[in-house]
């Protein structure tokens, strides 16, 4: 399946923060563009990024005081709910607006600090989202969003192949010695490798143990990530939240989310001193190094691809049971 016709999935396309009452949000997920808003009651609403009259973007349209939207190019407004269209600026006050004039919904929902949007059949959309594995917490919660000239399969190997290439680490540094083979748990992919605290350091193959381990659990599909810095006591140091999703021309659309824990020792403050002055935990680059992603081992992202495709194959079977 090409990466332009994402799997019929739950996938997180804004951060709650992106999301208002105020103005839409145009997001995409490989050939679907969707618009997002908050209605009156400030429930996240999406629909189609299309007018059905003259097939203008919604997006360059406005949300209304009553928390609907309205095209920007007639004025043709929609109720976020239904997608019914119910005010045309021309019609005479003893008219009424057909019923057939409706914008496309998604199915959309909202879940520690991420809107989620059903691509794919719309009658499937009552699909639970998959189990969160994330827990926001810490002093302060980071976030941020970034669109990387990479492709979405290529983002989400490159997280199992190299993931400080993508990700920055404020006090810590990951190495490419990995703590054991990738291992599938509740349709988790999970991959585990040697951390050090930053600063000076010996060369890898002189270092007995690792202090700190990094922890990818990744949803084979949709490349939604969990990334936590553990000790080798399975206490949590740093946690983030990092969702992609396939963009045009061969880009990636990641959103994220970090903190650090209340861990204790001199690294521990220092890790939660920089996140309360303004340096997240962990963070998504906004910029990719070509040269180091070129150099990336790629061995750990051959397990992925396989449970990529064997995922992909059973799609179908999984929307037919979700409808």
Same mark, same amino acid.
């Given at each position: ?19 208002? %009452? ?7 997920? &490989? ?12 429930? =996240? ?19 209304? =005081?009553? @928390? ?22 021309? $019609? ?14 998604? &199915?959309?929902?909202?879940?520690? %600090?991420?809107?989620? *949007? ?11 989202? !998959? ?17 990387? !000239?990479?492709?979405?399969? =290529? ?24 703590? @054991? ?7 988790? $992919?999970? $991959?585990? #490798? &040697?951390?050090?605290?930053? /600063? !000076?350091?010996? !060369? ?16 084979? *599909? ?7 810095? +553990? ?32 861990? &204790? %020792?001199?690294?521990? +403050?220092?890790?939660? /001193? +920089? ?14 190094? /070509? #040269? ?16 990529? #495709? ?8 999984? #929307?037919?049971?979700?409808?």
């Amino acid at each position: 399946m090409a990466e332009t016709d994402p799997t019929p999935r739950w996938w997180a396309l804004a951060l709650s923060e992106q999301v208002t %009452g105020k103005a839409p949000l145009a997001v995409r997920c &490989g050939e679907e563009e969707v618009v997002l808003f908050r209605d009156a009651g400030g429930v =996240a609403r999406a629909l189609e990024d299309r007018c059905p009259h003259r097939r203008v973007p919604l997006s360059l349209g406005k949300i209304t =005081a009553g @928390g609907q939207m309205q095209c920007g190019y007639h004025g043709w407004t929609y109720d976020g709910a239904t997608g019914k269209c119910v005010a045309i600026p021309n $019609l005479h006050d003893d008219e009424k607006v057909p019923e057939r004039y409706r914008a496309e919904t998604r &199915g959309v929902t909202e879940r520690d %600090g991420f809107i989620y *949007v059903w691509i794919g059949a719309p009658q499937a959309s009552a699909a639970p989202l !998959p189990p969160s594995l994330y827990t926001p917490g810490g002093l302060r919660e980071h976030r941020g969003s970034v669109t990387l !000239p990479l492709s979405h399969d =290529a983002f989400v190997a490159a997280l199992f192949d190299g993931p400080w290439v993508l990700l920055d680490f404020a006090t810590s540094r990951v190495t490419d010695f990995l703590l @054991g083979d990738p291992e599938m748990s509740d349709g988790w $992919l999970m $991959l585990e #490798r &040697g951390a050090t605290w930053g /600063g !000076p350091h010996l !060369p890898d193959r002189f270092v007995p143990e690792w202090p700190l381990v990094l922890r990818v659990t990744v949803e084979p *599909v949709t490349g939604e990530t969990l990334v936590e810095m +553990l000790d080798t006591n399975e206490r949590l140091i740093s946690a983030a939240e990092v969702s992609a999703a396939p963009a045009a021309r061969g880009t990636t659309a990641v959103i994220w989310r970090s903190y650090a824990a209340d861990y &204790g %020792g001199p690294a521990g +403050l220092a890790t939660r /001193g +920089l996140s309360m002055a303004g340096r997240p935990a962990i963070s998504v680059r906004r910029f990719v190094n /070509g #040269r180091k992603l070129a150099s990336l081992r790629i061995a750990p992202s051959h397990i992925w691809r396989t449970t990529l #495709r064997a995922a992909r194959d059973n799609a179908p079977a999984q #929307r037919d049971t979700a409808a």
